[in-house]
């Protein structure tokens, strides 16, 4: 882990990039100053008084660790301004922000925008916000799609600052999961009481979480974003599906992992998906598209189907005839930042057999991505393509004996180098 001083070089340095980048590229565009808004705090319904967790604006959190409602970075004529409220209050108290960290790079102005802002939006300032400003803002000026996504494509590679950040969310997280599955293994298997495990061994609650975790027992696994936990034990368990991550500075991480609950033909099909999840990241290279890694993991899929005994055809038919997407209808992985489906990554639009594929990007150095190959008895889709001719060379008696596992998905999160990977995942969980 970092030591103070790095930390305050890290971020320190990770703003001055954005920032130069930021400016030079809506300079191109013809503006000369960056207003963005962290966005207000939202009420649950009009009929009561109660707040959902506050969610920055996500630019904003990328130039800024404080997730306060009302603040707000203001970039250019050579400043770096951070508005930054601080409201007394005697019903609840916010987490406060790390000042010193942020005063190492800004110039701290400890109250709201003021509510007529004129002074801080000329007719050359960008302003951005995922909600209405709370000042009149030209039309034109507001949220440009040229603008927003030159700051999506600052979010394409990571920073160092960044990557220890998605370092530590990997460890926070590798707590829970070997907590869920020694807990599973020794005969824990109400879905609730593995969530709240884990959340006690990451010591998070939900809205610290990026993400709702997944937790699948069974033919729950089956349902790729299961969230709506069984509160009883479930007799007969044989499986559980764990898509759980953690948050660290405002950047999350993603994992998944399966466990059988004894030897047998799932538990050699969750070992046979762990090779195969070997398998893609040893292809991950600088210059690859990540659609063509995704389109690999479809054929090594097909090779694990048949080496299973689930399919008798040959591996390029298990491709061809859509068999493979019956049993991995998702993408192989997304970018992974301060969103955990981050932006950047998908600016052109997958070929229609993968439309669910959140990331079409060469693959570059300092990207940060998930590889999440899985294998699920998906009732609707197997049920289709049992009905049609492509599916004759499935083994449907193996297929019926694996259904009330629901699924595999293993996922770790990689750190592009020049040459190889970082595997952020692994070295917290190696034998998990």
């Known amino acids: 882990m970092e030591t103070r001083e790095e930390l305050e070089a890290t971020f320190r340095q990770h703003v001055l990039d954005l920032e130069r980048r930021a400016m030079a590229s809506i300079e191109s565009l013809g503006f000369d100053r960056l207003l963005i808004l962290a966005g207000p705090a939202k009420a649950k319904s009009a009929h009561d008084d109660q707040d959902y967790t506050f969610v920055a604006t996500p630019a904003y959190a990328h130039f800024a660790p404080a997730p306060v409602p009302g603040a707000a970075v203001i970039l250019g004529e050579g400043r770096r301004r951070l508005f930054l409220p601080h409201e007394e209050s005697f019903w609840e108290r916010p987490e406060p922000p790390d000042l010193d960290l942020l005063g190492s790079v800004y110039e701290i102005i400890p109250a709201r925008l003021p509510s007529d802002a004129a002074g801080f939006v000329g007719p050359r300032t960008a302003v951005v916000s995922h909600d209405v400003a709370p000042f009149e803002v030209p039309a034109l000026n507001m949220n440009p799609l040229s603008v927003r996504e030159a700051l999506d494509e600052l979010r394409v590679k990571k920073s160092?600052?960044?990557?220890?950040?998605?370092?530590?969310?990997?460890?926070?997280?590798?707590?829970?999961?070997?907590?869920?599955?020694?807990?599973?293994?020794?005969?824990?298997?109400?879905?609730?009481?593995?969530?709240?495990?884990?959340?006690?061994?990451?010591?998070?609650?939900?809205?610290?979480?990026?993400y709702k975790n997944i937790v699948a027992v069974n033919e729950h696994a089956a349902i790729l974003?299961?969230?709506?936990?069984?509160?009883?034990?479930?007799?007969?368990?044989?499986?559980?599906?764990?898509?759980?991550?953690?948050?660290?500075?405002?950047?999350?991480?993603?994992?998944?992992?399966?466990?059988?609950?004894?030897?047998?033909?799932?538990?050699?099909?969750?070992?046979?998906?762990?090779?195969?999840?070997?398998?893609?990241?040893?292809?991950?290279?600088?210059?690859?598209?990540?659609?063509?890694?995704?389109?690999?993991?479809?054929?090594?899929?097909?090779?694990?189907?048949?080496?299973?005994?689930?399919?008798?055809?040959?591996?390029?038919?298990?491709?061809?005839?859509?068999?493979?997407?019956?049993?991995?209808?998702?993408?192989?992985?997304?970018?992974?930042?301060?969103?955990?489906h981050d932006v950047g990554c998908k600016k052109t639009q997958p070929r229609p057999e993968n439309k669910y594929l959140r990331n079409t990007r060469e693959i570059e150095a300092e990207q940060v991505f998930t590889i999440e190959p899985g294998l699920y008895f998906i009732d609707s889709l197997l049920g289709a393509l049992r009905s049609e001719a492509n599916g004759r060379e499935v083994n449907w008696v193996l297929v019926d004996r694996l259904r009330s596992a629901g699924g595999i998905r293993i996922e770790d999160n990689i750190h592009v180098l020049e040459r190889g990977v970082e595997n952020l995942t692994r070295p917290h969980l190696a034998n998990v």
Do not use: C, N
Request: proline residues 2%; glycine residues 10%.
């Open 225 to 340: 974003h299961h969230v709506v936990y069984r509160r009883s034990k479930v007799d007969g368990a044989r499986s559980v599906l764990l898509d759980a991550g953690a948050t660290q500075a405002g950047y999350g991480s993603d994992i998944t992992r399966t466990w059988a609950k004894s030897a047998g033909p799932f538990a050699e099909l969750v070992a046979r998906m762990a090779q195969l999840q070997d398998e893609v990241i040893a292809r991950i290279e600088v210059g690859k598209m990540y659609e063509a890694l995704h389109d690999e993991a479809h054929e090594l899929l097909a090779g694990a189907l048949i080496d299973t005994g689930l399919y008798r055809g040959s591996a390029d038919s298990a491709v061809e005839l859509g068999v493979t997407r019956a049993f991995l209808p998702h993408g192989l992985g997304h970018s992974l930042g301060i969103s955990v």
């Open 160 to 210: 160092p600052y960044e990557l220890e950040a998605l370092r530590q969310a990997s460890r926070r997280a590798a707590l829970g999961h070997v907590a869920v599955k020694d807990a599973f293994l020794g005969g824990e298997t109400s879905e609730l009481a593995l969530h709240l495990l884990y959340l006690s061994a990451t010591q998070q609650d939900d809205a610290d979480t990026p």
